[in-house]
Each structure stands twice: as structure tokens, then as C-alpha cells.
């Protein structure tokens, strides 16, 4: 089957990180399922205003109380952002949830949105604001520097796309189960051979799960299903 090349945040738990006041259920799941509401409390909406109205583009994680890491392909300078915290459903008022505007984008120097192959898709957002923690807004820990996933290893992606290819899009967090593989079996011929770098994570190949899908170019804004009226 297609392996499923996808980037995904890996979390442990550590003290001040990685740890969720509600747990989330582990076991793996056909095309992912909705999360446990809060379960993952350093996922977050980044969204941005046009024409008036706020959309949701990606998901990011709480890396501190006021920087967020997202996918570069995610941002663009001609977009004014915001985050929301402590969500599970978007079109829903939820105790304990927070929006904070965004006033810095810093994509990774070697990124290139021309030719996403490269690699290096990965951006900081600074907020406006540092945001206190609580049982549903929580940071998520990094790896070591250099620190390689070892084969097999379990990771979850979690967000709001699209449940299905072309399809809607959730109005409630849902998470699916991934094993990682590593990158000497991911670069074999029948696998992903020379599209794979090193500075990428691979996981899945079964076909069933996957948290994003295969372009030549970053993805646009699709406006549609506005979260909330700007203000």
C-alpha cells in the first residue's frame, strides 16, 4: 500500500509539558475518530480574517506560553492571523477557551513554498499575548536536538481537516494513530524513495490514516465555513 508521508509533533510527558488533564483514548481507529474533548491541550486553531469573517487553516501546537509551531505551508504574509486555545468544537462557545492574535511569523530560513520537497516545513507564531495554563491549554515538550523517532514508534496527529479526501471538514477534534517509520525503509524505491529527506518524519503506509495530502504547491485559503464575524 501507499505509505503516508506526514509531519507530525510527538509528545512525551515531562514535567511543565506534554501532560493532559483529560487522557485521550490510544487505541487505533479506521480513518481516525474525535478526540477526547481537551485531551490534547497544546493543539490549537490557527485561523485568519477575510472579508470580514475568521476561517480555520491549521492546526498548531503550544510550544510556550506565547509561541506556537505550525506547518510553514500553513502561512502566508498577506493574511492577518489569530489562535484559539483550549478548543474542541470550533463552532462553539467553550469554557476555558482562549484567542490570542498572532503578530510574528517565522518560517524556517531553508523553507521554500515553491518546492515543498525540500523539506523545512515548519513555523513559529509569536501571540500578542502570553497565555496562562489550565486543564485545557497546556504546551506541548520538544525532542532533544538531533532526537530520532525510532521505527515503529506511536504518534498521534490531531486537527481539524478534512475527514475525508475532498470531503467536510470536523467541527470537532479528531486524532488517529500513526507508527513511525524509519527513514532508511522510507527511502526505499517502492516507498518514497528520493521524496523523503531526513529533516522529514515518516509514518503510517497502510493507507488508512493520514493527516495531510500529496501537492507540488502549498495549499491556499478555500474560505469557506467561517469559524466567526471578524471583529
Request: charged fraction near 15%; aromatic fraction near 10%; proline fraction near 7%.
Amino acid at each position: 500500500m501507499t505509505p503516508l508521508l506526514v509531519l507530525a509533533l510527538c509528545v512525551a510527558a515531562a514535567h511543565g509539558c506534554g501532560v493532559a488533564t483529560y487522557s485521550p483514548a490510544v487505541s487505533r481507529v479506521v480513518n481516525g475518530e474525535e478526540a477526547v474533548p481537551h485531551s490534547w491541550p497544546w493543539q490549537l486553531s490557527l485561523q485568519y480574517i477575510y472579508d470580514g469573517y475568521w476561517y480555520h487553516t491549521c492546526g498548531g501546537s503550544l510550544i510556550a506560553p506565547n509561541w506556537v509551531l505550525t506547518a510553514a505551508h500553513c502561512i502566508s504574509s498577506a493574511y492577518t492571523y489569530r489562535v484559539q486555545l483550549g478548543k474542541h468544537n470550533l463552532r462553539q462557545s467553550e469554557s476555558g477557551q482562549k484567542t490570542i492574535n498572532v503578530i510574528k511569523l517565522i518560517n524556517h530560513s531553508k523553507w521554500n513554498p515553491n518546492k515543498l520537497s525540500n523539506g523545512f516545513d515548519i513555523s513559529l507564531i509569536k501571540l500578542e499575548e502570553e497565555v496562562d495554563y489550565s486543564d485545557t491549554i497546556q504546551p506541548a515538550c520538544l525532542p532533544p536536538a538531533g532526537y530520532i523517532l525510532p521505527n515503529q514508534f506511536g504518534c498521534h496527529v490531531t486537527g481539524w481537516g478534512n475527514i475525508q479526501t475532498n470531503g467536510p471538514s470536523p467541527d470537532k477534534l479528531q486524532q488517529g494513530l500513526l507508527l513511525v517509520v524509519d527513514f532508511p525503509t522510507c527511502s526505499q524505491r517502492d516507498w518514497w524513495f528520493n521524496s523523503v529527506k531526513p529533516n522529514m518524519i515518516c509514518a503510517g503506509g497502510d493507507g488508512i490514516i493520514s493527516s495531510c495530502y500529496v501537492s507540488n504547491k502549498a495549499p491556499t485559503p478555500k474560505h469557506k465555513n467561517p469559524i466567526s464575524v471578524g471583529k
